[in-house]
């Protein structure tokens, strides 16, 4: 399996780049213009947080509300791996870029720590209803900086967006045309 790291990275097309880089480029325009925390993909991370919370369940009540998180993070960070491993630049940025949109979504959460107004779904009994993040920051002892850690998990969502689509318009200009450029 690690051999396959020293594998050269699958070719990116001019016109897959292109039409890569033009969907990234409206989604981060979308997210940067959306004001109610969130995203039309949430609808799929949603679902994905909620497993968390009963898969790491078993594991204790703190780690079974942390798995919510967790498992958001960790379901996009699988398969960025998955096509990291395989060499597909396009598969890698795509689970990558929505690794790193989780850390908005993520935040606006954090953010409502103390004033705990989102609305909140369980994946189990509607009547334990707790607040992720107002439980985790409390038992932390930072729940007063909830909206401070917020704005840095935002931060670094933001950034590796960012940082994402610039990998893949690295990946996709060809060796010799960089070089050529210099």
């Known amino acids: 399996m690690l051999s396959a790291f020293d594998d050269e990275w699958e070719r990116v097309s001019k016109p897959a780049l292109i039409a890569w880089v033009a969907f990234y480029l409206l989604f981060l325009t979308y997210a940067a213009f959306n004001r109610t925390g969130f995203l039309f993909i949430d609808y799929v991370n949603l679902p994905i947080h909620e497993g968390g919370h009963l898969v790491f369940g078993w594991f204790g009540e703190t780690i079974g509300v942390a798995g919510g998180t967790l498992m958001q993070l960790l379901v996009p960070a699988a398969l960025a791996v ?25 935040s606006t959460y954090m953010a ?41 998990v935002r931060l670094a969502g933001w950034v590796g967006m960012l940082g994402t689509v610039l990998w893949l318009v690295r990946r ?7 070089r050529e450029s210099q």
Do not use: M
Request: aromatic share 14%; charged share 20%; proline share 4%.
């Open 112 to 152: 409502d720590a103390r004033a705990q107004q989102l609305p909140l779904v369980t994946a189990g009994n509607g009547e334990e209803v707790v607040h992720d993040w107002f439980f985790l920051f409390s038992k932390l002892g930072v729940l007063e900086h909830d909206i401070g850690i917020a704005r840095l």
């Open 82 to 106: 998955y096509f990291a491993a395989r060499r597909q630049p396009t598969g890698t940025a795509f689970c990558a870029f929505f690794l790193f949109e989780n850390l908005l979504n993520i």
């Open 172 to 178: 996709g200009i060809p060796a010799e045309a960089a």
